[in-house]
Every structure is written in C-alpha cells, then in structure tokens.
C-alpha cells in the first residue's frame, strides 16, 4: 500500500528502524536510529512495534505527499513541521487524509525529527533491517518523485492522539554529555584529562553520521595517540595525532587505532543526536554505576509512555 510520494527529499532524510546488531565482527556498524528514544516513541503512537521502520528527518526541507489515508506520528527534535501549511501537533499521533501535505520547514530546537506511520515503512532488508547505512551501499537518501510503501498495511485508525508533553524530552541547552574515562585514560597527560574535561568543544562542520570531528583545545598525550586497532563502542572519543577529538557515532568504522579517551554513556547518546554541527558541547565524567543507573531511568521512562499509551488506547 502506498504512503506517500516525496516532493522534496529534505537536506538528508533516510528510513532507520532500530539497526542491525551482531554484525560488527564483520566489519558492519549497526546503524539504526540515532536518537533511539523518539523513534520508539514515535512508533508505539502510531500502534507499530518500537523497532518498526520509519523516517529520520535532518533539519529541514523535506516535503511529502500523502496517497491514502494515513496515521503518523512526529517526535524528535521540533523542525517545525505543519500539514497543510499550519503547524502539525508534535508527540501525538494524527490522521491524515489522501492529498494533505507534510513538511519540515525550519529547525528550532533539536537536529532530528521522526516520523512513523501506521503499519511502519517498507523498504528492502539488508542483513535482517531496513536501516539505511549509506557508506555501507545499504540504501539511500530519499529521492524526489520516490513512493513509500507501508510494510503492513491495516485499515487507519488512531490508538492514541494526546500529546505526551509531560514525557517530551528537552533538547535546548542539554548539550553536557556524561562519559566514562578510558579504555587509554592512561595514555593521556593529567593536564589532557582535566582539558577533556572543562573546554568546551564546538562541533565541527565536517561530522556526520559516522562521527563529529570537534574543535577546541587540544588533549595532550602522554604515550602518543596510537594503538594497536581493536574494537570501537558507539559513543567512543578518539583522539588521533592532533589532539582534536572524534566521537564515534551509529555508522562509524567497528576497529580504531587512536587512543580513545571516553566513551558517551548509553542514555546520552540520544541527547548526542540532537546536537547540530556549529554547536558547543561538554563532557562529565561518572562512574559505571551512574551509568547503569541513568540508563534504567531512560529504560523505565519508556516503558511509563508504552503503559500510558495502552492505557489511553479507546
């Protein structure tokens, strides 16, 4: 079943589900979407399954034409989307009728927007997901006139249409990032580590979705900056030659042979996602436990929006 015709592709918009793990040993990243939390979230309001596939939208642009009856839902970071020409309410799930338009118009808040649609989008599997991994020649960018198809189509109905606005996170001046020093704290100067630690680092706009290359004072190596290559974890800083951080992100290479500094927790790397290339962003040092402890947080925070949404399902 067709769901919508793209009139304008937008600056970099891709289907995402929640990736592919298990093939890192391989050489291949899981990908997925960046901002995991509002993907879910998008997708359990529209009644699909929180990995269903759907659209991750980069900053603006991008413009759809609805060919059926539709329910979406629209979460992430708020890049003013409107139906129609007037503004479409975030965070709730909506009906659409065929012929309405669907666009992103400018960035106010946040870098990603999500959009899920009933039944989820279909789109060729590659290694068991429909994450789009372009390095990877798994897919590609949408393109103008291209026809998205729904993967399971049901007759269109809404099972929640209230906004969550006491579970929407805020993404303005968020950009303080928790990390775990090491696995090559050790190679680095105490002087390096309490830079690490206090600058604050602009995003370089050569970054991507592989990685943010960051601009700011240099971290000084105590042992040099290279390493035997070994495995890299999503959230890894790098610190090659020039003592210029590289945080490692949903498609970076899965081996590295600089010194990694830190890594970004897992309950920020969400967070992590909504920093745009331009912006300046910090890092804190806390210990595994906290870690764990922020990570169960996020998990029950999702978990009370899955009940929430069951609850008020008519």
């Known amino acids: 079943m067709k769901g919508f015709k793209v009139s304008n592709p937008?600056?970099?918009?891709?289907?995402?589900?929640?990736?592919?793990?298990?093939?890192?040993?391989?050489?291949?990243?899981?990908?997925?979407?960046?901002?995991?939390?509002?993907?879910?979230?998008?997708?359990?309001?529209?009644?699909?399954?929180?990995?269903?596939?759907?659209?991750?939208?980069?900053?603006?642009?991008?413009?759809?034409?609805a060919l059926n009856e539709l329910i979406i839902a629209v979460t992430g970071g708020n890049l003013s989307p409107n139906l129609n020409g007037k503004s479409l309410p975030m965070w709730q799930a909506l009906a659409l009728r065929e012929g309405d338009r669907v666009?992103?118009?400018?960035?106010?808040?946040?870098?990603?927007?999500?959009?899920?649609?009933?039944?989820?989008?279909?789109?060729?599997?590659?290694?068991?997901?429909?994450?789009?991994?372009?390095?990877?020649?798994?897919?590609?960018?949408?393109?103008?006139?291209?026809?998205?198809?729904?993967?399971?189509?049901?007759?269109?109905?809404?099972?929640?249409?209230?906004?969550?606005?006491?579970?929407?996170?805020?993404?303005?001046n968020k950009n303080e990032l928790r990390v775990i020093l090491g696995p090559q704290d050790d190679r680095f100067t105490p002087n390096g580590i309490e830079t690490f630690l206090t600058s604050a680092y602009r995003v370089s706009s050569q970054s991507d979705r592989m990685g943010y290359r960051l601009e700011g004072s240099k971290i000084e190596h105590l042992k040099g900056a290279d390493i035997i290559s070994e495995p890299i974890a999503r959230g890894a800083i790098q610190v090659p030659g020039d003592g210029l951080p590289i945080l490692l992100l949903w498609d970076a290479q899965v081996s590295g042979g600089y010194t990694k500094i830190?890594?970004?927790?897992?309950?920020?790397?969400?967070?992590?996602?909504?920093?745009?290339?331009?912006?300046?962003?910090?890092?804190?040092?806390?210990?595994?436990?906290?870690?764990?402890?922020?990570?169960?947080?996020?998990?029950?925070?999702?978990?009370?929006?899955?009940?929430m949404i069951e609850e008020r399902r008519p």
């Open 10 to 65: 937008g600056v970099f918009t891709t289907i995402q589900d929640l990736g592919r793990p298990g093939y890192m040993k391989y050489g291949i990243p899981a990908s997925g979407a960046a901002d995991r939390f509002s993907a879910q979230v998008a997708n359990l309001l529209v009644g699909n399954p929180p990995g269903a596939a759907l659209l991750e939208v980069t900053l603006f642009r991008l413009e759809l034409l």
């Open 262 to 307: 830190a890594n970004v927790i897992s309950a920020d790397l969400d967070r992590l996602a909504q920093i745009m290339p331009g912006e300046n962003l910090q890092f804190k040092s806390v210990t595994l436990q906290e870690a764990h402890e922020a990570l169960r947080e996020e998990r029950a925070g999702l978990e009370r929006i899955r009940k």
């Open 103 to 172: 666009a992103f118009r400018a960035r106010k808040e946040g870098f990603r927007a999500y959009l899920a649609i009933q039944g989820g989008f279909s789109m060729r599997e590659f290694l068991g997901s429909r994450s789009v991994f372009v390095r990877g020649l798994m897919g590609n960018v949408l393109q103008t006139g291209e026809i998205l198809e729904i993967a399971n189509p049901v007759p269109p109905y809404i099972p929640f249409n209230k906004n969550l606005q006491e579970m929407i996170p805020i993404f303005a």
